[in-house]
């Protein structure tokens, strides 16, 4: 894997609040990370480091090669950022908007027609003030913005803010399209869920510390989350034929049976009820979920 970011002992310190205190990772070429934690924890500060925004008390970043505070333009010039709020001035057009920061970003003019409509923006939207844009068509203004330039690293800070739902598909299918090109994308929300299946890795932060950082396989091996199985007996099968030793069996309504298995027990579990597929109409499992997962590891730290 190739590194675009690394961050080794990074501290930042404003007054005698620490904000972020002795952070390390790396991101990678062509990789989707997840950056997690609620507000406060950090994750802002983080992203402001790797543009360059502001400068670490302690540790280095290097985005690209280079100190994203004090290198080339030419490096920040392949980074994109999405910011929480996007603020455009009320009056000027969507491409307007759009001709101006790539003025500023030095990229030229004629590449920004196509992202209106690579961000789902109409072509006669383009031409209207962003005072009469919706906040769903500001964000897409905004991504449109991240996307100038064709960055090699894009920091998404609560990027579906404002999307319904057939845009926020469309959002992560471009997100795909992007990864599959060697970008590295970094999605910062609280939206759990809608991360689970879209990232490579997770990184969560709390309190300015890096408490876990890894695949969603990772963390639930790190965390021996139990694992939800659920099944359904056929007609003519009662509970006693899902005797298992030491497992115990709940009722969970409409004829559902569940039970909450240890990672190392699950397969033998799984391979004593479907020993007789007769018996079953129904079997689902649940694996620890992201929100679960981020539960635990907050939890873990608390208690330290």
């Known amino acids: 894997m190739t590194a675009t970011v690394t961050l080794t002992g990074v501290s930042k310190r404003y007054g005698k609040v620490e904000a972020v205190k002795d952070i390390g990772f790396t991101l990678n070429a062509g990789e989707t990370i997840a950056l997690v934690g609620h507000n406060g924890a950090g994750k802002t500060t983080l992203i402001k480091l790797m543009l360059g925004l502001i400068r670490p008390t302690a540790g280095t970043v290097h985005v690209l090669g280079e100190d994203p505070a004090t290198g080339d333009f030419a490096v920040r010039q392949r980074l994109g950022y999405l910011p929480e709020s996007v603020s455009f001035h009320m009056a000027l057009t969507g491409r307007e908007t759009l001709a101006f920061y790539a003025r500023l970003k030095r990229v030229a003019h004629s590449t920004t027609e196509a992202l209106f409509e690579r961000v789902g923006l109409a072509p006669e939207a ?40 057939a845009l926020r598909r469309n959002f992560y299918d471009l997100v795909t399209a992007l990864r599959a090109g060697g970008t590295t994308i970094l999605l910062s929300s609280h939206a759990l869920t809608e991360l689970e299946d879209r990232a490579d890795r997770v990184i969560i932060v709390n309190r300015g510390i890096n408490i876990a950082d890894g695949t969603l396989d990772d963390l639930r091996r790190i965390a021996r989350l139990p694992t939800r199985i659920g099944v359904k007996l056929a007609e003519g099968a009662s509970a006693s034929d899902l005797a298992v030793r030491g497992q115990t ?6 004829g559902l049976l569940e039970a909450d298995v240890a990672p190392e027990n699950k397969i033998a579990l799984l391979h004593a009820v479907t020993a007789n597929p007769s018996m079953l109409s129904g079997l689902t499992i649940s694996e620890p979920t992201l929100d679960d997962l981020y539960a635990h590891f907050l939890n873990a730290q608390e208690t330290k």
């Open 249 to 254: 069996w709940r009722a969970a309504g409409a």
């Open 126 to 165: 383009a031409d209207r003030p962003v005072r009469t844009y919706s906040k769903g068509m500001r964000q897409r203004l905004g991504l449109a913005q991240a996307l100038l330039g064709e960055p090699r690293v894009l920091l998404l800070d609560e990027p579906t803010s404002g999307l319904d739902p």
